[in-house]
């Protein structure tokens, strides 16, 4: 068995967990990832980052390597259908995951950090604080960090909320293709939306969010084809048709609605990003969430000698924020696909004539 007891156990190297990492690192907290894969796995879709994580990462100092690596879209136009409704200044950068995930990597192990690939977590025992792999390996740590994601094992197995997933009514496709647009495009329709955004200068990302009664799986890496990706949304704007006509490789995802948690503690263990806070994805807030809570977290732990405290302080910081986020991404779905003719003209009236999606952006973007 290892002995890694003064060490915080970070189960999972996606955005929490290698934020996580970074943020307790530059703060000299000493942890040690956890990661299933082999390698780093982030593949065939962009995110968008907002202010609210941008600014915790540019404490990091990354912000320029966001820049060098991703885009900083210049305008966020809204479409009905093919229409132009209103366009705004956009704030957030846009960039693939493959790269965040690398700059976060590299960042992490600059500062001293350490990943332990092809480890898939297995159990834990909160009293001797024994760490069990898939690949027989043990570790003794001082506390658990559960970054394992949006089906988080750690979660379902010692934390009370253990209802299951119920599909959303939603599923998304998602694509990379060759478009040089420097703006974003989010086309609202009746029953579905459309994302675009510039991922680097010739790239951008596309995801579209469908209501559908056909129940796909939850799954990062099932693929289908562009013809039933055309047929499954319909009509888009030239600028989403653009870069689907020129991606090779189709994704699906359903999307699941899980309870919102009311525990994020226990004596032993913490969660962090989509194991703490399942979200919908309607407002692109999931990863700047995760980033969030790594801030706060390794800010309080580096503040306080009690842990216990540590612990209270960021359940009462983050609930409400998750709460609010997470009510507010439901509704932008259904903002988003109006049918109704009526509404809907009213809608985009109120988008082009009044500040309304600024002042959205800024209770969102405000941490
Ligand atoms: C279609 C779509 C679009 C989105 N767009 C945006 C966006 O634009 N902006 C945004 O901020 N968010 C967006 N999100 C949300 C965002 O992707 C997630 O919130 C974010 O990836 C959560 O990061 P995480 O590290 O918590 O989980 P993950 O990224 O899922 O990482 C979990 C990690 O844990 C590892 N792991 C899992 N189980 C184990 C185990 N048992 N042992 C060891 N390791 C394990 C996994 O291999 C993985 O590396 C989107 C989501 C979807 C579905």
Redesign the pocket.
Known sequence: MKDYSDHIGI????????SLGCFLANKDIPSVI????VHL??GG??????PN?INLLEQLDLKEHLFKEGLFSEKINFLDDEAFITSVDSRVCCIS?ERLVNILYKKYLELGGKVRFD????SFNPTTKVTQ?QNSQTYKIWHLAA????????RDKYFKSKEAPVFSGYS?W?CIGQNSTKDAYLQLSPRKHLVLYPISKTLSSF?G?IKTSTQQQES?IQEGDIEELKTDIGLMSKYHLATVNSADKFYK?G?YIRPVSNQYCTDSMTL????AHP?V?FL???????IEDGYVFSDLLSNANDFKEVQDKYEKIRMPRVKLITRLSKEQAVHNHISNPLVRKARNFIMSKTNIINWQMDRIYKF
């Open positions: 189960v999972g190297g996606g955005i929490a967990g290698l956890f990661e299933r894969s796995r982030e879709a962009g995110i968008s980052l907002s994580a995951r480890h898939e977590f297995i792999f970054c394992d994601g949006i089906k988080s094992t750690i998304a998602r995801v969010v990062w995802w999307i962090f990003g989509d194991a979200i994805p692109g807030q999931g990863g700047c969430l995760s």
